[in-house]
């Protein structure tokens, strides 16, 4: 990946130099994203059994993008997500159980099955939201940033949206608000190539999504989406920014899609991809890579790696248990909740 | 307390319609921080209902760009977030540019999240034709807004009204969309001491021939035309629907089973109207009272057009409620 050379961007930051970083928080990376990973694993392998109603858009290969930036965010701080969201929740906390229990539409589900894969929330975590429009939680990031700042406090807002996202003129009218008001918000585009079924760069015009930035006199940053601890530094200068008062910043993380835009989408969509971009053979794990920067800070990697990943494993197949065996919700529960 | 003293009593000075909303928007943001405004030239005002607050309140008065995706969305996360935000935008005409963030966001939020998230967002726009402002900013666009669902909707046609209903959709938790006619901007009334609350409506004047149930701009002309019908021995009752979600049906339905006779006046186009909603509601709920079938007037299917006289010829009028009302007595 390039960054782009502007004044407003940073050059891509390697993972090795940060060995304090990683000292202090690989092992914590490296827990996140291999839950991230098995939850995903999972739903890919739940679905192809028949075992999921709905639409399920999965994370795996984009990890590093939600466990670098909501590491970087404090309790308090809220998130809203996109379609493509399950990593975001993980990372800020939610819990593995009552996210399967609510993509298996389950009474205990995070939103009591009424809002499934593309509605987990869960608001007393600081995740007010997945959204199944495309750039819709972006102007909401900023209204949370607005009541926090309003409300006294230095919480910060993030918004996460993809590179379809970022061509939706809410996005851009988002952009400029937050500039104009100085809103205590970090816009966090995750482009992994793909919008939906169309390449990004055949709809997407200009030197990168980041650049777009300097057009509302915010900072842009453009970073390796596949390297949590340049992720992480991004997130943690423009988190800082955001908290002290300084405003917003939009981080573009670059990554590749592993999956489909969802999952069972090859009974109509045929190859749309080259193959040479798709699948763990080619793009960037950012487990491997965080792997390999803990190896190069001396710490052994690939123990804990594989101790973590056990770990996980019993964690991912104990939530999974408890969310089959959850109860259904009541029907007449479809007809609560439109108000007050 | 003296008969003088009665006289004067009121919650509010404003003795006009738009001027109500302010004030009740001014008097909540004094007794609740959270309560912020922005919106479209809100220091300004052009259409009022803001009017005269930046003076009071200039740290929480903001104008915004004209973006209303970006504003009404940017209202949506604040009322997560823990604020009280009243957003105006303008024409309710442009709700069309906001959509996504009124109907899927706003609408949908408590929802989508098994009723986890509140969002206590109010948007002010006007609604309805008035000195030939054509097509795209003469809409009443309730009916959408109703079918829409997760939205609270009023439209007073009284500074009473505008002033309790405001009051009311303000503290409300859900979102909440008043509309205003620009022809009832600058309508004289004295607010009342009676408060009303989301889902009322006003019975005025009573009567027992016919029972016209209309909205904002229609209920003004509904009385006025009630007043015509009564110089011609036709006693008719108007039920002002000033809160159309909640829908005040016990209202309508008492009405109805009071004249069997029912004329709806709404400035909304005829084909899935909210008068639609209030007829079907009448004759699903109400026909074994009914004398004759329910009568709906409203604009026939076609924009607003802008010559003043092709304006004046799509709304109903008093005359044509007073022709409808007539009609349906058999008179």
Known sequence: MSAGKGPTATAERRSGSDQSLLTERGAAFMRSMVRIRLFEETLAELFAKGGLAGVVHLSIGEEASAVGVCSALEPGDQITSTHRGHHHMLARGLEPEGMFAEILGKATGYSRGKGGSMHVAAIHLGAVGANGIVGGGVPIAVGLGIAARQGGTDRVAVGFFGDGGANQGVVHESLNLAAVWTVPVVFVCENNGYAEFTPTQSVTSGPGIARRAEGYGLPGIAVDGTDVTAVYNAAAEAVHRARTGQGATLIECRMQRWRGHHEGEEVYAGVYREPAIMGPDVAQDPIDRLEQALLDAGIDGVALRAQLRSEEAAVIVSALAAAQAAPLPEVESALQDVFA | ?331
């Not at chain 2, 186009?269 to 209030?278: G, H, K, Q």
């Not at chain 2, 092709?310 to 009609?327: D, R």
């Open chain 2, 1 to 331: 307390m003296s008969t003088a003293t009665a006289a004067v009593a009121s919650p509010s000075r404003a003795n006009r319609l738009a001027p109500a909303i302010a004030d009740a928007i001014a008097q909540e943001m004094r007794a609740d921080p959270r309560v912020i405004v922005w919106g479209e030239d809100v220091t300004i005002s052009v259409m009022g209902p803001t009017k005269g607050l930046v003076a009071e309140f200039p740290d929480r008065v903001w104008n915004t760009p004209i973006s209303e995706a970006g504003f009404v969305g940017a209202g949506v996360g604040a009322a997560v977030g823990g604020l009280r935000p009243v957003v105006d935008i303008m024409f309710s005409s442009f709700a069309y540019v906001c959509f996504d963030q009124l109907v899927n966001q706003a609408g949908r939020l408590r929802y989508m999240t098994g009723g986890r998230v509140s969002v206590p967002l109010v948007v002010i726009g006007t609604a309805g034709a008035s000195d030939s402002n054509a097509a795209q900013h003469s809409e009443v666009p309730s009916a959408l807004f109703l079918n829409a669902g997760g939205l609270r909707v009023v439209f007073p046609s009284t500074p009473h009204q505008a002033f309790w209903l405001t009051r009311a959709a303000i503290r409300a938790e859900d979102p909440v969309i008043i509309l205003h006619h620009p022809a009832l901007a600058a309508t004289r009334g004295k607010v009342g001491m009676t408060p009303l609350q989301l889902g009322d409506a006003e019975v005025n004047p009573t009567g027992s021939d016919v029972s016209i149930c209309a909205i904002g701009l229609m209920a003004s002309r509904a009385r006025a035309a009630a007043t015509s019908l009564a110089a011609k021995g036709i006693s008719a009752e108007v039920v002002d629907v000033c809160s159309l979600s909640p829908m005040p049906w016990d209202a309508i339905f008492g009405s109805a089973r009071k004249t069997g006779r029912v004329l709806v006046v709404d400035e909304g186009r005829l084909t899935c109207s909210v008068a639609s909603e209030i007829a079907a509601g009448i004759g699903e709920h109400a026909f074994g009272a009914l004398k004759a079938p329910v009568r709906r007037l409203a604009v026939p299917d076609v924009p607003i057009p802008f010559a003043p006289v092709l304006e004046n010829f799509v709304v109903p009028s008093e005359a044509s409620i007073i022709s409808a009302a007539e009609s349906l007595v058999g008179a």
